[in-house]
């Protein structure tokens, strides 16, 4: 599996953003708050992933741009987990991780949460499941 991230595995489907937001299952972990849902989208892409940050938080277009660089890079590199996972299975979700933060935090620990939402994620999945 190649550690990239692939313009298939961002989430631009208004209808399913919509539908994320509205019918989704959501939970919190700072700075991020989460949601996500089953998708079942033709891409036979395991997940799709929106990264979203405030700008009433964040007027400056280049410290948005800098927090979403840095989740993006966070997730590229630990995604692996949850694509193994989601495979094994063979479902499908969209995610939104939406930045809630007030200052921009260094890449470690934005790593390190963004590692905690992939390991949450497969828990409720377990739950779900079980």
């Known amino acids: 599996m190649k550690r990239t991230l692939t313009k298939k595995e961002r989430l631009n489907s208004k209808k399913l953003i919509d539908k994320l937001f509205t019918e989704g299952k959501s939970f919190f972990v700072y700075p991020f708050k989460v949601y996500y849902i089953e998708n079942s989208s033709e891409d036979k892409l395991p997940v799709q992933v929106l990264i979203s ?28 987990v949850l694509f193994e996972y989601l495979s094994g299975k063979e479902k499908q979700l969209a995610i939104g ?9 260094p890449f470690n620990q934005i790593e390190s949460k963004i590692i905690l939402i992939l390991q949450r994620l497969i828990e409720q999945d377990e739950q779900t499941v079980g």
């Open 53 to 80: 940050v405030s700008k009433r938080k964040f007027k400056n277009a280049a410290d948005r741009n800098k927090i979403k660089r840095l989740v993006r890079e966070a997730y590229r590199l630990n995604k692996k």
């Open 97 to 105: 991780l939406i930045f809630t933060g007030q200052t921009i935090l």
